[in-house]
């Protein structure tokens, strides 16, 4: 299965893009056709932040963003970073002291607005000292100008979308037109990726019950990550989106969360727990990768390793990020910031790491010549090895059967 998200470019007076506008594709059709517009939403944040990621899609530029009257009032704006996103209130939104109290916090904390297919009308006059940019719909007439007075004293951008022509471009520009968009520079582009599983039910219930606590239990939180390779994928996705301009290498799961810090890793799971669960448990992919984490943290205690279970754990979970995305494992981990320690155990330069990793990959595959050899360099038990082994496949088991008990 893939996801698709579609993004058109937002340029200036000088014709540098300066952001993009992320829109809801359901295929390669260059087409909106979401039912549900609070699903369309929540959708285009999570796969453009959490699977394909933002530095990919925009390369640290602003994205637009429409957010409906519902999102809106749940405050959804909030859990994404300010410098990164603009917040598009949709011309159908009702004018109502609630929706200019949420237009005056967004602004209090430093969130820029804009107003979608904006057409003047009176009762929105209260929400204009908070709004950046009103965007126009050039195919249509406005009465903008009745609007001179405002637009010039809260020092508000006007966008012109839907320029089509040279012409058109070239009257907006005229007319005192900041930004532009349209067909005339680029239709929207579909960007696809592979799509991984959404997180289990079980880690749906978990985190929700996590979110409605006081304050989060941190290591409660990094423990439903470390049973969820979705989530890792997409707790690192989360990290590289808040360290654009210096991206720090992640050494494990609870490295990563420490990163994202208390406050933005609750923002962003409580992104998640928006979206509908699913079954991840049943793709062999996830299983396997969750055994041979379990597997490398175990053999640490083994070799005396004890400091770098959490390492060995989260190298694991990154070894078969290639078959979920179906692109090049070493293009992942590079991408994603992972540790070279753990890229170099992964793509078989000589170390510990990779040692013990050829290890587990004999364990799967029953290599005798290969587990001999690999155990007399180690100098450690083969039957402990394969206990180890089997007893990784019975935490995983376990791990179903909660699943299937909640």
């Known amino acids: 299965m893939d996801i698709y998200v579609g993004r058109q470019p937002i340029l200036n007076r000088k014709d540098e893009v300066i952001g993009y506008e992320l829109l809801y594709r359901s295929g390669e059709q260059n087409v909106y056709n979401a039912i549900d517009g609070d699903r369309a939403t929540i959708d285009v944040l999570v796969n453009s932040f959490m699977n394909i990621g933002i530095e990919r899609l925009t390369n640290g530029a602003r994205c637009f963003i429409n957010f409906t009257e519902t999102l809106l009032k749940r405050g959804l704006p909030f859990y994404f970073p300010k410098h990164l996103i603009v917040v598009e209130i949709l011309e159908s939104i009702p004018y109502s002291d609630e929706l200019l109290n949420i237009c005056r916090k967004l602004k209090k904390e430093g969130y820029m607005i804009a107003l979608d297919d904006f057409v003047c009308s009176n009762q929105y006059i209260p929400l204009l000292p908070y709004v950046d940019i009103i965007k126009i719909d050039l195919s249509n007439q406005t009465n903008d100008h009745d609007f001179k007075y405002y637009i010039e004293q809260y020092n508000i951008k006007l966008l012109a979308e839907k320029v089509e022509t040279k012409e058109q471009l070239e009257q907006a520009k005229k007319e005192g037109f900041c930004y532009f968009q349209g067909y005339f520079f680029s239709k929207p582009i579909v960007i696809k990726e592979k799509a991984l599983p959404k997180m289990s039910h079980a880690s749906h219930l978990t985190l929700i019950q996590q979110m409605n606590k006081n304050e989060l239990e941190f290591e409660e939180v990094v423990q439903t990550i470390e049973s969820d390779p979705t989530l890792t994928y997409r707790l690192l996705k989360a990290v590289n989106a808040s360290f654009i301009s210096y991206s720090p290498k992640i050494k494990s799961i609870r490295h990563a969360a420490i990163l994202l810090g208390t406050n933005q890793l609750k923002s962003w799971l409580t992104v998640l727990a928006l979206q509908e669960p699913n079954e991840p448990f049943k793709n062999e992919i996830i299983v396997n990768s969750l055994i041979r984490a379990k597997t490398l943290e175990q053999l640490s205690h083994l070799i005396h ?59 799967e595959t029953n290599d005798t010549n290969k587990l001999k050899e690999i155990t007399t360099t180690l100098n450690i038990d083969l039957s402990k090895a394969f206990a180890i082994y089997q007893q990784s496949i019975e935490w995983v088991v376990e791990l179903q059967k909660d699943i299937q008990v909640k």
């Open 305 to 363: 390793l004890h400091d770098e279970k959490d390492v060995l754990f989260f190298m694991g979970i990154c070894s078969s990020l290639d078959l979920l995305l179906q692109r090049p494992l070493q293009e992942i981990l590079q991408e994603l910031h992972v540790d070279e320690a753990i890229q170099h155990g992964l793509n078989g330069q000589k170390s510990m790491y990779s040692i013990l990793y050829h290890l587990v990959i004999a364990l």
